[in-house]
């Protein structure tokens, strides 16, 4: 069979317009992706930031080909995801939420049986087998079946079986969700290292915050399907969310909004946002807390106090944050990411990865 060949000239990943419609029940119809068009430059390090059900697993599995979009475009690799399918799945490693590991077999044959099914002769498999089983640090859990590892080990094997092939671009579907904190670091350093030694471009999916802002080079932050913000951590969180400042004073809670609502605005904050509540009931000094969002809390925050004090404002407590990127989606959805992910936390599996 003729294959088209690849285009060369596009990015490793262009995306035009990538939709994705499920039915739902009682003939409802759920747009898990909306017009997704975006172009991933090769080595990069991209991930997809989003509350469950944005719409992350579906636009990977869309652009590995498990998937066929409903309309749209991409190219993944240089080829048509639609048209040339086995093109793209011959230069690309895909690794899943669940466990693609078999229980009962062995780790190595687990390896093995991956090696044959991307075409890698016996030897090139038992070189790859060896180099990642090295690699990953599987070599005391090789030999046994897969049902007797932790969380941990065999996150370690799904990556394994994603590296098989030696991809080009590596998809991790949440790669580290379930897994304690500790194995979480350790995933990540492995795959830091992982992309260093291949040269590979990595595009993830993660709810977890600290994960996209300190790995990713580009977070897309998804939400009910579309992407509404792509940039770097550190440009989302300077121009999307500003600095935090906290003040407690006595007296007019709308004096106090107001005072703090000017200092943010003058500050050049894109969204000031003031947040005024009374403060802890059970403090005897009592007062209202407002919360705003500023440019430079350092210069504005001293400023302010003055300001409040000037008008006969007792300031009782004070306090700046820098943005995180929980902020950064708190300003552009009005929900929190962190109290979604919480209260959709799956069950932790135990064990550490080395
Ligand atoms: N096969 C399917 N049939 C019907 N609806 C689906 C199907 N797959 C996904 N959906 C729906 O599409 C939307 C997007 O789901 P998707 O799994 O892509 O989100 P996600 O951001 O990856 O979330 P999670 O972190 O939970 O995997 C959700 O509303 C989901 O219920």
């Not at 991209?46 to 749209?72: D, H, I, Q, V, Y």
């Not at 040339?84 to 669940?98: C, E, L, S, T």
């Not at 087998?129 to 932790?150: R, W």
């Not at 005072?259 to 605005?265: G, K, L």
Request: glycine content about 10%; hydrophobic content about 35%; some cysteine.
């Amino acid at each position: 069979m003729a294959h088209n060949l690849p285009d060369m000239t596009s990015p490793i990943i262009r995306t035009e317009g990538l939709h994705k419609q499920f039915a739902g029940k009682n003939g409802t119809t759920i747009t898990a992706v909306k017009d997704l068009t975006m172009d991933v430059e090769e080595g990069s390090l991209t991930a997809f930031l989003g509350p469950n059900g944005a719409g992350k697993s579906t636009s990977l599995r869309m652009l590995t080909t498990l998937l066929a979009p409903t309309s749209g475009n991409a190219t993944v690799c240089g080829f048509d995801i639609t048209r040339d399918p086995a093109q793209v799945r011959a230069r690309i490693g895909y690794i899943g939420q669940k466990n693609g590991a078999g229980l009962y077999q062995r780790v190595r044959d687990e390896l093995d049986i991956q090696g044959s099914l991307y075409g890698l002769t016996s030897r090139q498999t038992r070189e790859r087998v060896t180099e990642l089983v090295d690699v990953l640090g599987l070599g005391e859990v090789v030999d046994q079946p897969t049902m007797k590892l932790s969380g941990g080990q065999r996150r370690r094997v799904d990556i394994a079986l994603g590296l098989i092939p030696g991809p080009r671009l590596l998809f991790l579907d949440e790669p580290s969700t379930g897994l304690d904190p500790q194995s979480r670091a350790h995933l990540w350093e492995l795959v830091l290292r992982l992309r260093e030694r291949y040269g590979m471009t990595l595009l993830l999916t993660t709810h977890y915050l600290d994960e996209a802002d300190n790995f990713a080079e580009r977070v897309l932050v998804v939400d009910h399907g579309e992407v509404i913000a792509d940039d770097t951590a550190t440009g989302l969180k300077a121009n999307l969310a500003g600095d935090r400042i906290t003040v407690t004073a006595t007296g007019s809670p709308d004096d106090i909004t107001a005072i703090a609502s000017r200092a943010a605005t003058a500050s050049g904050a894109p969204d000031p946002d003031p947040r005024t509540a009374p403060a802890d009931p059970t403090d005897p000094a009592g007062g209202t807390e407002v919360t705003v969002r500023v440019n430079g809390a350092d210069r504005i925050l001293p400023a302010l106090l003055r300001d409040l004090e000037a008008r006969g404002h007792t300031v009782l407590r004070a306090d700046s944050a820098r943005p995180t990127l929980d902020d950064v989606f708190l300003s552009l959805t009005g929900r929190s990411l962190r109290e979604e992910a919480e209260t959709t936390t799956e069950p932790a599996l135990t064990g550490a990865a080395r």
